[in-house]
């Protein structure tokens, strides 16, 4: 099974789901990183606005192909109930990715709001179909049990026909 485990990650966290479920299946380890955002206060300030009207970042990379992958793993950190304006534009900027199967996840310090729906839907405009959605709060992202379950969830989308 090849896998492509695409992230963005300002605090940690949503790194390190990314990082484990990459240990347990393998795969392409990818972190999309913002270049849009000069201070913390900028993040909160102009990032969360962003995020809100559904807006993206320049990225880098700028262009992520996942055409030789059998599944894609997205991951985001949760702004003001929506992801992230940098996995937006990871999302818009996958190659190779209508038909593939996509396992997605959030990280967020208390409520996820929206931020599963909104992915989904942006990954369906892409002609991804989401098998699997996980959100993790500040309690439970060190939670191995929870976390063992995305990873059973990304390895049976790889072994699903």
Request: hydrophobic share 40%.
């Amino acid at each position: 099974m090849k896998t492509s485990i695409i992230y963005h990650s300002y605090s940690g966290n949503t790194r390190s789901v990314a990082e484990r479920v990459s240990a347990s299946c393998g795969g392409n380890l990818v972190e999309v990183k913002s270049e849009q955002y000069p201070s913390t206060i900028a993040i909160y300030a102009i990032g969360c606005y962003r995020a809100i009207r559904g807006l993206s970042d320049p990225i880098a990379p700028e262009r992520i192909d996942v055409s030789s992958d059998d599944v894609i793993v997205i991951g985001t950190p949760v702004w003001a109930g929506r992801p992230t304006p940098a996995i937006n534009a990871a999302v818009a900027s996958l190659q190779g990715c209508a038909g593939k199967k996509a396992v997605i996840f959030a990280t967020c310090r208390g409520n996820v709001g929206e931020t599963l729906p909104h992915l989904r839907a942006a990954l369906g405009t892409r002609g991804v179909t989401v098998v699997g959605e996980f959100a993790y709060d500040r309690n439970t992202v060190q939670d191995a049990g929870r976390i063992d379950a995305l990873i059973r969830a990304v390895q049976a989308a790889g072994s699903a026909p």
